[in-house]
């Protein structure tokens, strides 16, 4: 990610803390920032020492933006790239449903890629991957159930 250019104004010194920065994704440890004491807690601003992109920290530990799971993957085609960025981001907002339906659409995508036929349910795509040696012996249970689970909730609460 580029630095964002440009100094912040009046900033403040801080105590050092490392963190993951939610913006570049570096484990960075920054000594910048603005603080607010609400005594016992302080609130705190942070600026990346390499991007140069504030993060908030509530209480001491709740972190915007958050931090992305997993990391990004090279070689991916655009769209894919697109959409696991995509399923990234929601992990960092703590939208995991969101996330779940982006990694399904992928599979849906890769399996589409390998042959299955556009319009077909998510588990016959589930099937076509592991029919056709893209899955591991044990890695249909995985894709299924908690897509299941994750999918239920969803139809319940809309
Ligand atoms: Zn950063």
Not at 134 to 138: A, Q, S
């Given at each position: 990610m580029a630095r964002l250019p440009g100094s912040w104004e009046n900033i403040q010194g801080l105590p050092a803390t490392a963190y993951i920065c939610g913006f570049c994704g570096l484990n960075v440890s920054s000594e910048r920032g603005w603080q607010v004491n609400h005594n016992p807690v302080f609130n705190r601003i942070r600026i990346c020492p390499d991007c140069n992109r504030p993060s908030f920290f509530e209480a001491g530990d709740?972190?915007?933006p958050g931090v992305a799971y997993g990391r990004p993957v090279p070689n991916v085609p655009a769209d894919l790239a697109t959409l696991y960025d995509e399923a990234r981001k929601s992990t960092a907002a703590g939208a995991h449903t969101a996330a779940v339906l982006a990694c399904r659409k992928i599979l849906m995508h890769i399996a589409v890629d390998h042959g299955a036929k556009p319009g077909m349910s998510f588990i016959e795509y589930v099937e076509h991957l592991v029919n056709n040696g893209?899955?591991?012996?044990?890695g249909k249970a995985g894709l299924t159930t908690s897509g299941r689970k994750e999918t239920k909730r969803t139809t319940k609460s809309s």
């Open positions: 709740k972190q915007i893209f899955v591991p012996p044990k």
